[in-house]
């Protein structure tokens, strides 16, 4: 049952990126709505621009929740604690994926999965100290803290992987041109590159390479994720809780090393980025926690369980509130303006 719950949830994810890629890219994928708030002199109207890309953000966010709930409660973790952890990680990474990357590009609109990861990973640590100095009276079932650093491992590589369908909306974090490269970076990727279309992608405004064949980067990305996500999962539930969070962290953290060199984004001004210094980081750091952590003890995983805990009507809830929340906050674009105006088809009355 366990495969089968993998090579679904893989399929579900692999089709939702493949529709990423082939729509994404273009003019009409950006701007989801545009509210009217202000109207001017000449009697337009100044509108608030909601994106696909706080969409896509948060279609990841959630997906990377519940992918987390269900590997807690597949080892029986009790909901309450499944859902404090979570939440100490939501309050650390989305302040920083801001924070930290405004101060690393300075740039005050920019956003990093790069930078709330690292900050993530540190809260997940502290989190299993926590948990393994004791647990204060409660009678419920904890995790012990290598198996919830392997299911946090797990769901940031679903999230980065699904997420970088955000970036290739907004047309952000985007390779290099394909006349800029190689010739055996070139050959390889002559018939899989991205094009973007619009004046209003990052791509066109930061480089002016709109309309020029570049390294897919961003669906690479999200291939090498999920993927080492998927493998994680088959780890997980065989009850190699180590051997997954040593994988995935490295495979996530180690790609985005590589990755750097191919990006044409501005990622600092120097050649090794601050980003590629925060993944060799948090790789020591993940090999320190392996090191300090106990061994974990043998739990049988049982995914078709933890099935059970994020549908629960109540965590549902909470994920819409979060899903709205993050819509809002990272949907509403503070570098695209807009201009409107109404009229009347009079052939219609």
């Known amino acids: 049952?366990?495969?089968?719950?993998?090579?679904?949830?893989?399929?579900?994810?692999?089709?939702?990126?493949?529709?990423?890629?082939?729509?994404?890219?273009k003019e009409n994928s950006q701007i989801l709505a545009v509210i009217p708030v202000r109207q001017r002199p000449d009697g337009n109207w100044e509108g608030i621009n909601l994106t696909y890309y706080g969409v896509l953000i948060a279609n990841a966010i959630v997906a990377a929740s519940f992918s987390f709930m269900i590997l807690m409660g597949s080892i029986g973790v009790d909901l309450q604690i499944s859902?404090?952890?979570?939440?100490?990680?939501?309050?650390?990474t989305l302040p920083a994926a801001g924070i930290l990357s405004r101060w690393i590009e300075n740039k005050p609109n920019t956003f990093s999965t790069g930078a709330a990861s690292i900050l993530g990973l540190i809260g997940a640590g502290l989190t299993g100290a926590i948990i393994q100095m004791g647990s204060w009276g409660y009678t419920g079932v904890t995790p012990e803290p290598i198996p919830m650093l392997a299911g946090i491992s797990i769901a940031y590589c679903f999230g980065e992987g699904l997420g970088r369908l955000a970036c290739i909306s907004f047309g952000c974090c985007y390779g290099k041109p394909l006349q800029q490269s190689s010739p055996l970076v070139k050959k390889i990727f002559k018939k899989f590159h991205f094009v973007f279309y619009g004046q209003t992608k990052k791509i066109?405004?930061?480089?002016?390479?709109?309309?020029?064949?570049?390294?897919?980067?961003?669906a690479i990305t999200a291939i090498i994720c999920t993927t080492s996500g998927m493998l994680g999962m088959i780890l997980f539930s065989n009850s190699l809780f180590t051997e997954t969070f040593v994988f995935t962290l490295f495979v996530s953290q180690g790609w985005r090393l590589f990755s750097e060199f191919f990006r044409g984004?501005?990622?600092g001004s120097r050649k090794f980025t601050a980003y590629q210094y925060l993944s060799i980081f948090s790789m020591v750091l993940g090999i320190l926690f392996v090191l300090v952590f106990p061994a974990p003890s043998f739990h049988s995983v049982e995914l078709i369980s933890g099935l059970g805990v994020p549908f629960n009507p109540g965590v549902i809830l909470l994920f819409a509130v979060i899903w709205f929340f993050i819509v809002t906050y990272l949907?509403?674009?503070?570098?695209?303006?807009?201009?409107?105006?109404?009229?009347?088809?009079?052939?219609?009355?």
């Open 1 to 25: 049952m366990n495969g089968i719950i993998i090579v679904k949830m893989f399929l579900g994810f692999l089709l939702y990126q493949v529709w990423g890629f082939r729509k994404l890219p």
């Open 83 to 92: 859902l404090c952890i979570l939440t100490v990680l939501l309050c650390l």
């Open 204 to 218: 066109a405004y930061a480089h002016g390479w709109d309309g020029l064949p570049v390294v897919p980067v961003q």
């Open 265 to 267: 984004d501005f990622r």
């Open 331 to 349: 949907g509403k674009s503070k570098v695209i303006g807009s201009n409107l105006s109404f009229f009347v088809h009079m052939d219609r009355i």
